[in-house]
């Protein structure tokens, strides 16, 4: 189902950061709200260089999901990383009433697409209460 925009949810999310968003961050911003404002899936790379500004953009794409009663997952590579965005993240959706919960995956799993769809059944199945999932991928 499309993602519907709710514009003072957006500016509560906004202004709860720290920090204020560069143009680039609001563009992309706002090209994923038209994206998944859409009857199909989004489809969208975010790149940028280190320190650009992604995990911004990223939470608030997990932000607007939440907001509309869908969950999300946010992939990243190191446990280090995994670590640092939960530090950032949880104060910023426990302001905004948004629960997310940090899940790590061990190397010795193997296939990671197979394991990331078994987690996401059984962690959604069973913790009804997150909304926003961080998972760390296996390392190696």
């Given at each position: ?85 939960a530090q950032k993240l949880a ?50």
């Amino acid at each position: 189902p499309p993602v519907v925009f709710h514009e003072n949810e957006i500016k509560r999310f906004v202004e709860e950061l720290p920090f204020k968003l560069t143009d680039a961050q609001r563009k992309a911003a706002w090209e994923i709200i038209q994206d998944i404002g859409k009857p199909r899936p989004m489809n969208r790379l975010l790149e940028g260089e280190v320190g650009s500004g992604k995990t911004v953009v990223a939470a608030f794409s997990l932000f607007l999901a939440a907001k509309n009663g869908l969950q999300g997952a946010f992939l990243v590579p190191t446990e280090i990383l995994a670590e640092q965005h939960a530090q950032k993240l949880a104060p910023l959706f426990r302001a905004l009433g948004v629960p997310f919960f940090v899940f790590k995956l061990m190397p010795f799993f193997g296939n990671f697409q197979h394991l990331f769809l078994n987690v996401r059944q059984i962690f959604f199945a069973n913790f009804h209460i997150a909304k926003i999932l961080i998972i760390l991928s296996k390392s190696g």
